[in-house]
């Protein structure tokens, strides 16, 4: 890599505004003369979107493998693979000439009607980073870069170019932060992509205290922020607040733009020196990288086809499943024949092959017969017809298999979900054949959760198949027939009704601006904290096998915050076929100083298991499984007390808990001021311990007014004291002024000095 500074000094003031907004729809703006190259993005969260002519930002691309989208992958939890297909993409990427690829995104699941759900992992934060940051280690660890995306609160699509996600610091930093400081603090993406809407009123391309506080100067990160595509307004605002590049290009005046603010003092040069210099670091490294070749399209087709059969989940079966002895199928619904694989939008792929389910089926179907009914047709039309005629093939098969997909109209980028439902006439569908063939088997291409309750109780069997990449149609008849054995298991929860959803109330918002009303509580954090009842829980996800838990153990039931704590336990495969479990670690604060949600997720593992077959499985767990960001300290803390680490196979199926103690190794500095209530002068250690003389006079002050003798008793305790604890001091001390050292306003601040002296 050539010395940065050096080509930085020899950069004219055009040249550094030009560096930072990019030349064409996908590559950056060369330096000829200082042998500076273009740096080639294309987009990349399950295949890579190289589109032939730079200029265009159309649809058609080069072919490239389509593997599930990253709601489907998330439902492996399965680290190692997700690092498997980052190598691959990052194959392909080199293949194709791309440098750095617009993906993944981490937006957290705020609503399961979000129509960009099929591209973001969970509802989860631990989740989502962990698998972001394993595919963006994959694809770095063979030279081409990442674009960790939309960075923040991007988590609906209406109006998602102006809409101002209204949402407190502390939910900010528990649910839509930490999938990306995770990605960040452990993968170091090359870029990271800002979101196109505003966070507390500020879009999120201007916003210094994401772009620059938290993101650069707090999490370290070193690559270069990019926008995403158009969500720049005031180019020198945006550079100033810590964007780097703008995209897409040519931008001539917002260069120009640029070049005026420094020339007229109003950008400092310095800012702009440190952008450029975050953009060539990037663009040398990806050029050590060299481009062209063949990527291996039928290893990454197989590839794409595991992740399918890992990634799909199996929601419900009453036994039918694995398929055995079936000599008549019925094969019901348009996506057995056309693939539903992918979601409308940015990410769309130009996929090297598709697998139709129908012939996959017929491949793994032996001598079966097997005929298919279209079911539904490509619109939302009423049909009939269609209904009337799988009827017929249902009743006159063994089992019949319908293939739902969610269709594009309902689902997409660029626009949310209005319910929560199938196609009217696919919901007749699956009533009508149910009630005539009562072993039918339920396939569904969602990107995100539907409801079911119009249908599921007559579905024998319900198979998620997500929107699983070109090769899961091999996939849904591998896990059909017991070639492969179901593992994965819900990133996401799946309600009963959309207005059981945690954001209902306060979604899709008005004026301009959503209030994330409803805080810390998304997914099964809100529907546990309500006892809401699911249809699915988070987590949750059936195998051909069962799994036996030993009790959980730790390292040590009592242990220090910067020594974390090891968990174990012993998983066994009492089942008759192999199969794989997701160990799922949860965290419940016993007592807690803030409202915290019943449990959070904060480790999981995944274990392939032989019949009989015991493995044990460890999962550490650091101070920061146990915190929470105190907003007061403005930072994450683990009080000392008691947690429960709750291990189980689903957020709804705990099979094992432990009771830890955690014990704080240093005391956090005292948060109390003027204004603090008696109550939080006697809950803080420091304060309690230097109030005493005064808390005496207030009692005994307390005593004399309320009442002596019998009323004593009351007086101290449940009533007046009460009431005397949520008043401030320097009221408080009103009452008492007569025995007070001094004015109550001087003893305060007395009691201040010695508070933050110790
Ligand atoms: C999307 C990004 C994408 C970019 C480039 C935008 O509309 O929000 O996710 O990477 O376009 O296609």
Redesign the pocket.
Known sequence: MPDIDTIVAQMTLQEKAALCTGATAWTTTPIERLGVPELFVA?GPHGVRRVPDTNS?AIGALPATCFPTASAMACSWDRALLLQIGQALAEEAIALGVDVL?GP?VNIKRTPVCGRNFEYFSEDPYLAGELATSLIVGIQSRGVGTSL??YAANNQEYQRMTISAEVDQRTLRELYLPAFETAVKKAQPWTV?CA?NRVNGVYASEHRELLTDILKEEWGFEGFVVS??TAVHDRVTALRAGLDLEMPGPRPRRVQAVVDAVQAGELDGGALDEAVRRILRIIFKAAETPKGGVFDASGHHNLARQVAAESMVLLKNDGILPLRNVSRIAVIGRAAVEAHYQGGG?SHINPTQVDAPFDELRKRAGSAQISHSEGYPIDASSRPDLIAEAVVAAQAADVALLYIALPTFKES?GYDRADLDLTGQQVALIQAATAVQPRTVVILNTGSAVAMNDWIDGAAAVLEAWMMGQAGGGAIADLLFGVANPSGKLAETFPLRLADTPAYLNYPGEAGQVRYGEGIFVGYRYYDAKEQPVLFPFGHGLSYTTFAYSAPRVSSPTFRDVDGVLVEVDVTNIGAVAGQEVVQVYVHDCAAGVQRPPKELKGFAKVALQPGETQTVAIPLDSRAFAFFDTGYGGWIAEAGEFDILVGASSADIRGAVRVTLQATAPLPSLLKRMSTLRQWLDDPTGRAVIGPVYELIKARALETFGAGEDAAHAEGLGAMHFLLGMPLPDLLEFVEDGLPAAPGAVVDGLLQQVHRR
Request: net charge negative; glycine share 8%.
């Open positions: 987009d930002m617009l995104g995306k939309h992509m196109y995403d595509w940015s980028e």
